[in-house]
């Protein structure tokens, strides 16, 4: 049974800098993908960035490119998401999700796939 537990939300200023940690445990194979979601009160669920875990290609949703990093250290299980030059509308719940067949969950070709393993989720808000 996959287990994702996430890290690392709080209050920050705009323009200031957060990093998300997604502890992930019990996978039984080497190819699965991770993804970043948020939601915000009143707004549906948006893929934030993932991460393949096979080949590390990675993919970001338009809102976020080139403010956020996605990264992975295999030896800690766990993924971060740096997000810098932070916006009143980044705030949301982030959520960490998990699942196999990577290329089904995260490539440019598909984008945000659909995930069967959730985080709880941790909040982040951006207020001045």
């Known amino acids: 049974q996959l287990q994702l537990v996430e890290s690392g939300g709080g209050l920050v200023q705009p323009g200031g800098s957060l990093r998300l940690s997604c502890a992930a445990f019990?996978?039984?194979?080497?190819?699965?993908?991770i993804g970043w979601f948020r939601q915000a009160p009143g707004k549906e669920r948006e893929g934030v960035s993932c991460?393949?875990?096979?080949?590390?290609?990675?993919y970001y949703g338009d809102s976020v490119k080139g403010r956020f990093t996605i990264s992975r250290d295999n030896a800690k299980n766990t993924v971060y998401l740096q997000m810098n030059s932070l916006k009143p509308e980044d705030t949301a719940v982030y959520y960490c999700?998990?699942?196999?067949?990577?290329?089904?969950?995260?490539?440019?070709?598909?984008?945000?796939?659909?995930?069967?393993?959730w985080g709880q989720g941790t909040q982040v808000t951006v207020s001045s």
């Open positions: 991460i393949n875990n096979s080949d590390g290609s990675t």
């Open positions: 999700a998990a699942d196999y067949l990577p290329l089904l969950r995260c490539s440019s070709g598909i984008g945000f796939g659909k995930y069967d393993y």
């Open positions: 019990g996978f039984t194979s080497d190819y699965y993908a």
